[in-house]
């Protein structure tokens, strides 16, 4: 069994955080080829962060600064921190390799105003 598996979503008030987990299994997964997306109702899946090869990070300006992403290649696990949490920031998350393309279920994350 190879897959993907989000956790860590919920209800959280503006301005609070969230950790999100996913937790890779089956084979290792390659933590510098892996990212995070989010996708709201009636809105296309988007990238809110990426990990990459040379150990670096890409964001959107609509998360720069408030979500960091980060791996434990040993664990298989990346993680997304998200701090001051907006109502606008309410969607599934879901965790990518973009290697294989594999996806996870993903999580939801509710932000109340």
């Known amino acids: 069994q190879v897959q993907l598996v989000e956790s860590g979503g919920g209800l959280v008030q503006a301005g609070g955080s969230l950790r999100l987990s996913c937790a890779a299994s089956?084979?290792?997964?390659?933590?510098?080829?892996m990212d995070w997306y989010r996708q709201a109702p009636g809105k296309e899946r988007e990238l809110v962060a990426q990990?990459?090869?040379?150990?670096?990070?890409n964001y959107p300006d609509s998360v720069k600064g408030r979500f960091t992403i980060s791996g434990d290649q040993a664990k298989n696990t990346m993680y997304l921190q998200m701090n001051r949490l907006k109502p606008e920031d309410t969607a599934v998350y879901y965790c990518h390799e973009r290697r294989d393309d594999y996806w996870g279920q993903g999580t939801q994350v509710t932000v109340s105003s």
């Open positions: 990990l990459t090869p040379s150990g670096g990070t």
């Open positions: 089956g084979r290792m997964f390659n933590i510098f080829l």
